[in-house]
């Protein structure tokens, strides 16, 4: 790969869709075969993961001493192999700037004057609830969708989140990374009186081989998830919406997720 300036290299901020490898968009796939280097945490998940080049692959994900310093890590990492004249894939799960910090990786390339392109993919909020037969928006039932990190504690008084407003919207919420909280933000929405019957649903690794789904109300949304067993990386769809899933499922036909990229090349 080349770039106009052959000193340094590009950063590519690439979405891989919500696990399935058929949703990396096809230029996902290219930049996957040709990138000098690629960087990725654990949410693109196993299937996308274990189809990456040993030898050009590096994992910045999560580890125990905190999450801070990985996320310095991963940027300052980027601008270095950039600098080495890398051409560098930034791998992240669904779409790299919903959520997952992406934009700080922009702005830090930015200040640091490397050239990067993003690749926006399928994300987790869209195509998760969509593969298991819920529209986020519906003519009769809901004309507006909000995207929410459910990560903060809503009866903090610095939390950045109105659920109040949230619950008045009369449209669909998507909550990402909202499984411990679950209690915390459902209550919050029932004590601003949004209707306890409101249907709800949690889909956990949306497209992976092992995906699950769990359906319950607003009010019942603690007990779904500890009869399932829900565990992140999962998604809660708050709605009307999240019933349609009944009424279309007899005719719902599923492609098996995918197992590997690439596989017939290897
Ligand atoms: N950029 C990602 C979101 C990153 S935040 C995207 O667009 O999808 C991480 C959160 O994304 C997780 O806590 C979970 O809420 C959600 N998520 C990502 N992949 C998922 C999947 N395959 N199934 C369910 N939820 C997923």
Request: glycine share 10%; no cysteine; charged share 25%.
């Given at each position: 790969m080349?770039t106009t300036d052959?000193?340094v290299?590009?950063?590519y901020?690439v979405?891989?869709g919500p696990?399935?490898?058929?949703?990396?968009?096809?230029?996902?796939?290219?930049?996957?075969?040709t990138?000098?280097?690629i960087?990725?945490d654990?949410?693109p998940?196993?299937?996308?993961?274990s189809?990456?080049?040993?030898?050009r692959?590096?994992?910045v994900?999560?580890?125990?001493?905190g999450?801070r310093?990985?996320?310095e890590?991963?940027?300052e990492?980027l601008?270095?192999?950039?600098?080495?004249g890398?051409?560098?894939?930034?791998l992240k799960g669904?779409d790299?700037f919903?959520?997952?910090?992406g934009?700080?990786?922009a702005i830090?390339?930015?200040e640091?004057?490397i050239?990067f392109t993003?690749?926006?993919g399928?994300?987790?909020?869209v195509g998760?609830?969509g593969?298991?037969?819920?529209?986020?928006?519906?003519?009769?039932h809901?004309?507006?969708?909000?995207?929410v990190t459910?990560h903060?504690?809503?009866?903090?008084?610095?939390?950045?989140?109105d659920?109040?407003?949230?619950?008045?919207?009369?449209?669909t919420?998507?909550?990402?990374?909202?499984v411990?909280?679950?209690?915390?933000?459902t209550?919050?929405?029932?004590?601003?009186?949004?209707?306890p019957?409101?249907?709800?649903?949690?889909?956990?690794?949306a497209t992976?081989?092992?995906?699950?789904?769990?359906?319950?109300?607003l009010?019942?949304?603690?007990a779904?998830?500890d009869?399932a067993?829900?565990?992140p990386?999962?998604i809660?769809i708050?709605g009307?919406?999240?019933k349609?899933?009944?009424?279309?499922?007899?005719?719902?036909v599923?492609?098996?997720?995918?197992t590997?990229?690439?596989?017939?090349?290897?």
């Open positions: 080349t052959d000193t290299g590009r950063v901020l979405g891989s696990g399935d490898p058929d949703l990396l968009t096809v230029k996902a796939h290219r930049l996957l075969e990138a000098d280097v960087l990725h654990k949410l998940g196993p299937a996308i993961l189809s990456l080049p040993d030898d692959t590096e994992d994900g999560k580890r125990a001493g999450d310093t990985r996320q890590y991963t940027n990492r601008v270095e192999l950039a600098r080495e890398k051409d560098v894939v930034r669904g790299p919903v959520f997952g910090r934009g700080e990786e830090h390339l930015a640091n004057e050239p993003v690749v926006p399928v994300s987790s909020a998760g609830p593969v298991f037969g819920i529209p986020l928006t519906h003519r009769e809901a004309s507006s969708v909000t995207f459910g903060e504690d809503p009866t903090k008084a610095e939390s950045a989140i659920w109040n407003a949230l619950a008045a919207t009369g449209g919420l998507v909550v990402l990374m909202g411990g909280k679950l209690g915390d933000y209550g919050a929405l029932l004590g601003a009186d949004m209707d019957e409101t249907p709800l649903a949690l889909i956990e690794r992976w081989s092992d995906e699950r789904i769990a359906t319950g109300t009010a019942t949304a603690v779904t998830r009869r067993g829900i565990e990386p999962a809660t708050i009307p919406v999240a349609t899933r009944e009424s279309v499922a007899e005719w719902l599923r492609d098996a997720p995918a590997a990229i690439g596989e017939e090349d290897r």
